[in-house]
Structure formats: C-alpha cells, structure tokens
C-alpha cells in the first residue's frame, strides 16, 4: 500500500525536467496510445478506393524501318521494309492474356509493293492452384512470298497468298516427383492461285490442308534439378485435293514418340535432349508409309547477365509442298545464337544454321546453311539503331549451288 501511495503521489506532482514519472505525463512523447505503431490494429482502418483510371490493358508497340541490299545469283535487289507490331496485355491474380498484331511491309525499287506478311495473334494462361495450369494461344497469318525467291519458276509474277490459322491447347499438373502435360491443336491453311508473267494462272488447291492433333508429355523428377520424360502425339492431316502429280490425296496420320532428359542448373544452364522415332501412315493404300529417326535439343547457357549462347537440334516431318511426285518432306535442322551486351547502348548478335531435307518418293534433296552477324545501339528511350549481315548457301538437287549476301540497316521505335 506505501508502494502504491508514493507512486500516485508521484503522478500528482509536477514533473521537473531530470524527472521520470513512470505512469507518464500524457503529452505526445510517452502517451501509449498516440504513439504507439499504426499500422497494427485495425479499429480507423479505410479501404483504398479503387483506381477507375487504370487501364485494363498494358499497351506495347514498336515500327521497325529497314533498308536492305541482297546480291545473289539473280543480281542485286534493294528493298524497303516497314515491321509495326502492337500488343495489349492485362494480368490477373492467376493469370492473364494478350492479343497481338504485326505484319511485315515491303517496297523495291523496281516498284512492286507487296504485303509479305499480316498476323493476328492471342492468348491467355490460368493457374488452378500452385502446381495446376492452363493455357491456349491461337494466330491468323496472312503471307505471300517474293517470286523471285528460290523454289518459285523465272516466269512467275505472283506467288499465291497463304492464309494460316492455328489454335493450340495446353495442361500442366506437378504431381510431386512426377509432371504432366496435355496438349491438343487444330489447323487450317488455305493456299490462293500462282499467277504468271502471260497471266494466266493455275490453282493450288492441292496444297489446302486441316490438320489436328493430341499429344502429351510425363515427366520424372530423378533430382531438383534434372527430368526423365517421354513424348508422345498424333496428328492428322487432311488435303482438300488430290496431289496432280500422284492423282491421290495425301491423307495421313502421324505418330511421333520420344524419350529425353531435362536439366536446369539455377538460371545459367538449360539442356534438353531427346531421340525418338516418327511413323507416317498414309490413308490412301498406294502410297508407302514410311518412319524417321527424330533427333531434338535445346541448350541454353547464361554465364552472367550480358551474355547469352543458345542452340538447337531439330527433326520435323513436313508436308511436300509443290514438288512433284514427293508424299512428304522429313527436314532436319540445328541453329546457333549468340547475343552480347556490350554496355547499356550497344548489343552484339550472332547466328549460324543448318538444314538438310530429305522428299519422300522422289530423289530430291535440299541442303542450306548460314552465317550471320548483327548489331542494336540505343540512340535514346524510344529509338535504336540495328545492322545485320547474312550469308546464305543453299543447294537443290539436281540444281546448282546458290549464293545470297544481304546488308541491312534500319531503326526501330518503340514505347
């Protein structure tokens, strides 16, 4: 009771300087409640209004302007080529989509004006939970060919405008020490007439597919960082014409299978691999099914932020095109890449590839490979400067080699 009594005499006394009053003297500096932190309880709490000004969709865009000099066997051709692509983006919580466009615009100074390509493009990705995901991405692409490039005749004036619409789906779960993935896709291409320097013209319809496919993929973890998996899928490809070469269609269902192995170490190191076989099963009983070896890889290597070597190993059984008497094309391919960042302004790129395609039924083969080097300088935010040179060989049996050398230079603008 004297301990009690001595402190509220305490409080009741006026508070000297040097002086401590432990049950405080309520100004502003030892008051509990005023100063106590503020962000913990809840009882003055206000919600955040909401930004009604934000825009659903994060808008991107850039024009790209090319000048560019190409020799080849044919002569020189200086062109003019204008790139603008936009795309608008809006994420989610779990996930987000994005709808796109480009296209590719050329002009040469002999006056022909063509639209080399227009593209459409979307998708959209949503995650269930942590280790569950769905996504599905879909194009519309427009494109027509320069005449004048290797495959089409000296008396072609227009090469045909190809329409190509693809739709692809996907589904991923992580069970623990195993991963899977399903996957399902749809396609329609539509090819327009050849036009010749008579004028006249001829159809390739027989080009006209609808392909179709399902395809899966299950993993095994062996360690954190490294994947046993296998492949799998089947595609069907129908054609609205018979071939005018073979008078059949070239219906067909391919299967493809493979086993490999993934493995990433942090973020410097990503290797995949994987050997498979491919089955093409005609529907027309004349034609000669026929397998293929598949060989796929991917590698990819960043040893610190400015650099960055990738490389590719590919296999893909194709559709023939127009070449005469072939029910198929089997092309294998491998590319190198290697970008360097110099400083913030400038950036160094290099690429090397090789392909080799093989036609079914005929004795037609097609060989190509090349070399090229590139450069990006950031003039300023908005605007960079780009220098590309390529080197091109390719070889069509029983035709002679062709040599091609391009030179481009040009701007690109962005936001």
């Not at 590719?104 to 979307?122: C, F, H, I, Q, W």
Request: aromatic fraction near 8%.
């Amino acid at each position: 009771m004297m301990a009690v009594a001595t402190a509220l005499a305490a409080a009741a006394a006026p508070v000297l300087g040097a002086e401590f009053n432990p049950l405080g003297d309520g100004s502003d500096y030892n008051n509990g409640d005023l100063v106590r932190d503020e962000t913990t309880g809840c009882e003055n709490c206000q919600q955040q209004p909401h930004e009604w000004n934000e825009p659903p969709f994060e808008l991107d865009w850039q024009l790209g302007l090319r000048g560019s000099v190409t020799q080849g066997d044919d002569g020189t051709k200086v062109e003019f080529l204008a790139l603008p692509e936009v795309k608008l983006t809006h994420n989610t919580m779990r996930g987000g989509y994005a709808v796109g466009a480009s296209s590719e615009l050329s002009y040469d100074l002999d006056g022909n004006a063509r639209v080399d390509s227009l593209t459409l493009n979307g998708s959209a990705d949503y995650h269930f939970d942590a280790v569950t995901s769905a996504g599905l991405k879909g194009s519309f692409t427009l494109s027509q060919d320069d005449p004048n490039d290797p495959g089409y005749a000296v008396n072609v004036s227009s090469a045909p405008l190809v329409l190509n619409g693809q739709v692809e789906a996907n589904a991923k779960r992580d069970l623990g020490l195993f991963e899977a993935e399903g996957r399902a896709n749809a396609g329609r291409t539509v090819y327009g007439e050849t036009t010749y320097d008579d004028a006249s013209t001829s159809s390739n319809d027989f080009q006209n597919t609808i392909v179709a496919g399902l395809g899966g993929r299950l993993g095994y973890k062996l360690t954190p960082g490294v994947t046993a998996f296998v492949d799998g899928e089947a595609n069907y490809e129908a054609y609205d014409e018979a071939s005018p070469s073979l008078l059949v269609k070239l219906d067909n269902v391919t299967y493809e299978a493979r086993v490999g192995l993934n493995a990433k170490v942090l973020t410097v190191l990503e290797l995949e691999g994987s050997l498979g076989l491919g089955y093409r099963d005609f529907s027309d009983g004349s034609l000669n099914d026929f397998i293929a070896v598949l060989y796929d890889g991917k590698a990819i290597f960043r040893p610190d932020e400015t650099l960055t070597l990738t490389g590719t190993l590919s296999t893909s059984l194709e559709s023939p095109g127009t070449t005469s008497g072939a029910t198929a094309k089997v092309t294998y391919a491998a590319t190198g890449e290697a970008a360097y960042q110099v400083n913030p302004w400038l950036r160094l790129r290099g690429s090397a590839g090789w392909s080799e395609a093989h036609y079914q039924g005929v004795a037609t083969d097609e060989s190509k490979w090349n070399v090229g080097a590139g450069a990006d300088y950031l003039l300023n935010e908005h605007m960079d400067a780009t220098a590309d040179y390529t080197y091109t060989q390719s070889t069509t049996t029983p035709d002679p080699t062709a040599d091609e050398q391009r030179v481009m230079l040009g701007l690109n603008i962005h936001r």
